[in-house]
């Protein structure tokens, strides 16, 4: 049996052109969820998993639909992989049930490994950059520029509360937020603390 799930972020937007798609790709059940992208509670992506079994498969329009992050799809498609369930995605011509699809996944999870790693690996070596700095006498800033790289770097993966970012690097959650955005990017005053100049531009003179 195939189950398709689909999602928008919010009220206003449309489920019709997901719901034609999944029609045709012969959906006999279809669940929803309106969420944000970053949300962990899905009501309707658990029902159609909870309802999923041995030979079936979870049919999305696109992959965005069902993950948070691309480690969040992988850690999803192995789950269902064990249950012997499949994965369709029909803007993306991904098909888990299927031994090019599997591969295609299998080289997703490699992807997602690295990512884990090299963002765990710049975040240890920022807070111990951090610390060896607070060791070097006199009163440690509250934001270091080894702190503020860090917390890009953590900032940037979905997969990580701002709370928790904040309680690793010992800081405040609005100290956090007044030089990091929801996304990992620089606000004013990191920039001055990083070192970077916004350019200036120059004007040309006049000719007399």
């Given amino acids: 049996m195939l189950i398709g799930y689909m999602r928008v972020s919010t009220d206003e937007q449309n489920l019709?052109?997901?719901?034609?798609?999944?029609?045709?790709a012969?959906?006999?059940?279809?669940?929803?969820?309106v969420c944000?992208?970053?949300t962990t509670e899905r009501p309707g992506l658990a029902k159609a998993l909870d309802a999923a079994r041995d030979g079936d498969a979870l049919v999305v329009w696109k992959l965005d639909r069902i993950g948070r992050s691309l480690t969040h799809v992988v850690g999803l498609v192995s789950d269902l992989q064990k249950?012997?369930?499949g994965l369709k995605v029909l803007t993306g011509d991904v098909d888990t049930t299927t031994a090019t699809?599997?591969?295609?996944?299998?080289i997703f999870?490699?992807?997602?490994?690295?990512?884990r790693d090299l963002i765990h690996e710049r975040t240890m070596a920022g807070l111990a950059a951090a610390r060896a700095r607070g060791r070097a006498g006199g009163r440690p800033r509250v934001m270091t520029k080894q702190k503020l790289k860090a917390a890009m770097s953590m900032m940037a993966d979905r997969d990580n509360a701002a709370r928790d970012v904040a309680v690793q690097l010992g800081i405040s959650l609005s100290t956090l937020y007044?030089?990091?955005?929801a996304k990992g990017q620089p606000r004013d005053c990191?920039?001055?603390?990083?070192?970077r100049h916004p350019r200036k531009r120059t004007v040309p003179a006049k000719q007399v």
Avoid: H, P
């Fill in 190 to 195: 990191a920039i001055a603390l990083l070192g």
């Fill in 36 to 38: 944000s992208g970053r």
């Fill in 109 to 115: 999870a490699t992807l997602a490994e690295f990512e």
């Fill in 178 to 181: 007044a030089y990091v955005d």
């Fill in 26 to 33: 012969g959906c006999e059940r279809v669940y929803d969820d």
């Fill in 101 to 106: 699809g599997r591969l295609v996944f299998g």
């Fill in 16 to 24: 019709d052109l997901q719901r034609d798609a999944l029609a045709r």
């Fill in 83 to 85: 249950r012997g369930v």
